[in-house]
């Protein structure tokens, strides 16, 4: 969309399956993210706080559901607090306004079923219905030009003397540039690009529970834990979904399929390749503890009942029931370290991007008119 925006009136976009969102945007947690979390001085800082407000102005133009109804961050512990402390500061170096500390007594006002010693109210923070947005998207991509081939599948690109040649399962594609978003495969087509990414993608599952009729008002808006910083997750939540329900989760356990949408989902090509990686291994061993815990978590309905009765005390296991997951591109290095911001590879007329999980449906537009960009300045 910020391609044609910017100028260039020729331009395809290649999805390989039948519709649009089927994976990452489809399923996440449908949150605008404030930007509380984020480094400041990060990519991730930057282009969400920019994207929020344009994804809030987009959904309005284009009557997408969508509400600014605020979050809670709830600390339950005492340890937890240096961390709480740690997001208010980031908030105030992200330029939020607004972000208030929070006691027991604030907590309830606000979440009435909460039960936390120390909290901070976001009111950034909203919901949104991700598959109406990239709906939305595609309407405006067609009406000023653009086409979209569905179910067409990218096998490779060569360099040109002048531009590239796109090979699909339709046929091939001349281009000045091609832009690499496609999530979990990204890496590979990288690969196919004739580019090393020196990452590797690790699938990641997050499930989710839904709230039972009679417990939806458990929960006003959205409560989020205090997350561990060794992990670019940020913990089993509670959401109350823009077209209606709440919605508890997601986890964060790893996938043996790279569309491993169920736990037994197994593919012996992903599993290879994830575990062949240099990096996963040292990541393994670095993490196996929260690894098992997340496994446990993922085959037991009671594991995952308990990390909400730590925020909601008063939930029983009865009020909730499984309901859809979603799969999380990560990006690890060889080093096994999780990459924690958006990482984006310039190679000749191509862009990569190689990392972009949470808040890259947020920041959407506004890491869209940064690819632009750079394609602009590709071309001068």
Known sequence: MALMQSGHEDVVLIEAEGCLAAHQTGNNSGVIHSGLYYKPGSAKARLCADGRELLYEFCAAEQ??????GKVVVAVRAEEIPALEELYRRGQANGLTGVARLDSAGIRAREPHVQGIAGLWVPQTGIVDYRGVCAAMARRIVSMG????????FHRCRQLAHGLSV???MGQIKSNYLVNCAGLQS??????CGVDPQIRIIPFRGEYYDLVPDARGLIRNLVYPVPDARFP???VHFTRMALGGIEAGP???LAFRRYGYRFFDISMRDMWETMAWPGFLRMACRYWRMGLSEIYRSLSKSAFHQALARLVPSIREDQIVRSGSGVRAQAIDRQGRLLDDFYI?????MIHILNAPSPAATASISIGRHIAGLVEKSAC
């Open 167 to 169: 090979t699909t399962s």
């Open 233 to 235: 997750f940020l913990g």
């Open 187 to 192: 890496d590979r087509i990288a690969r196919r």
């Open 64 to 69: 997408v559901a969508h509400e600014r109804c």
């Open 146 to 153: 653009g086409k979209i081939c569905k179910g067409t599948v």
């Open 345 to 349: 590879v310039k190679a000749r007329s």
């Open 251 to 253: 986890n964060a356990v």
